[in-house]
Each structure stands twice: as structure tokens, then as C-alpha cells.
Nanobody, 120 residues
Framework: QVQLVESGGGLVQPGGSLRLSCAAS????????MGWYRQAPGKQRELVAR???????NYADSVKGRFTISRDSAKNTVYLQMNNVKPEDTAVYYC??????????????WGQGTQVTVSS
């Protein structure tokens, strides 16, 4: 069993900053790619940013230059630093991880989501 627990969401004013964290725990042999996705009301879930095990990153065009993804492999944790946020960043943010478990299986796991609301 693998759990992803997000934290750090909340209400922030336009132009402000917020930092999301996601800690993975459980029967983890190795964590491969980790990422953040978001889903706004009435819209499909979309990729925000992703980081590979080696540290390579990719971002949605809408957040390039404003958001930064990073990971602490020792803590099995991924972060999303959100700067200069805009109202259109309002969404539920989900953590995702590709995991090889101690049982030898591969799985794609999701957190429960954390709400980010950008409003004055």
C-alpha cells in the first residue's frame, strides 16, 4: 500500500506565493516520476509540472517561469513552489507518483488533492 499526502493549499491573493508538498509513504521500493496535476471546476485534470527520478523537469506552458517543482528523494517528497499566482490557477491540485512497490509491482498513485484558491 502506498499513500500520497498533500499539504500547503489554501487561499492566496493574485501575485502571491504558495508552496505545496506531497509526501509518499508505504511499501515503496523506488519512486520514479513525480508530478502535480490540477483540475478546475468543469475542466479536465491537466499536468502542471513533473520531475523525473534524475531531476529532469517539464511544465505546462501556463505555469512556466512562475512555478517550480522539486523533490527530496531522501524524504520521498515532491514540492511545488507557486509564485505570482493568478486567478486561473484556482483548482484542486493532485500529487502523482510512479511507484515500484516492495512487492515488485508498478503502480501510478494519486493523492487526495488540495484546494488552491487565488482571489482578492
Amino acid at each position: 500500500q502506498v499513500q500520497l499526502v498533500e499539504s500547503g493549499g489554501g487561499l492566496v491573493q493574485p501575485g502571491g506565493s504558495l508552496r505545496l508538498s506531497c509526501a509518499a509513504s508505504g511499501s515503496i521500493l523506488s519512486l520514479n516520476g513525480m508530478g502535480w496535476y490540477r483540475q478546475a471546476p468543469g475542466k479536465q485534470r491537466e499536468l502542471v509540472a513533473r520531475v523525473t527520478r534524475s531531476g529532469s523537469t517539464n511544465y505546462a506552458d501556463s505555469v512556466k517561469g512562475r512555478f517550480t517543482i522539486s523533490r527530496d528523494s531522501a524524504k520521498n517528497t515532491v514540492y511545488l513552489q507557486m509564485n505570482n499566482v493568478k486567478p486561473e490557477d484556482t483548482a484542486v491540485y493532485y500529487c502523482n507518483a510512479a511507484v515500484v512497490t516492495t512487492g515488485g509491482s508498478w503502480g501510478d498513485y494519486w493523492g487526495q488533492g488540495t484546494q488552491v484558491t487565488v482571489s482578492s
